[in-house]
């Protein structure tokens, strides 16, 4: 258990420093922007508690808005991507209920598994951000264009990370 959390909070910290001081940087065009800290979100244990989950996912969000300057947006957008990831886990497993000790990680999981999970939670995430960011409905396929584009960009990066950084548990 401790190992776990000793674990988790490693990641949280590599990836919000990733985040501020490589990431925010990195505006393709002006336009489209990775946001690498959610996977941090996607990669805590399926059988976090609901409050913990919302917590912790809140904390992450709230650091990147205190060091990118922007006033809640990145913590609602967590928090948002919190709520929604049950309703994605029991959507898209065929079981009720997942082994205890698995990860939601490619090995674990598989390919097909991990791409549709993190791709709804991270278009939710982006959507909810976007949409806050510019806070009217103007410019709406502007907006969702932009964060097409984003999603596909963190999509790509949370994956090449799982390939990269994480092994099978077994």
Known sequence: MSSIILRNTLRFVILVLLQVLILDHVHLGGYVNPYLYVYFILLLPLEIPGWLLLAVSF??????????????????????????????????????????????????????????????????????????EVFRFSGFFLT???????????????????YLFSKPSR
């Open 59 to 132: 904390l992450a969000g709230w650091m990147i808005d205190l060091f990118s300057h922007t006033p809640g947006m990145h913590a609602a957008a967590s928090v948002f991507m919190a709520f929604c990831r049950p309703l994605v886990l029991r959507s898209i497993s065929s079981r009720t209920e997942y082994e205890p000790g698995i990860r939601p990680t490619i090995h674990d999981l598989g390919f097909r598994w991990f791409f549709s999970y993190s791709l709804i939670l991270i278009f939710a995430h982006h959507l909810v951000l976007f949409y806050l």
């Open 144 to 162: 969702l264009q932009r964060t097409l584009l984003s999603v596909l960009l963190t999509l790509i990066l949370v994956i090449l990370a799982q």
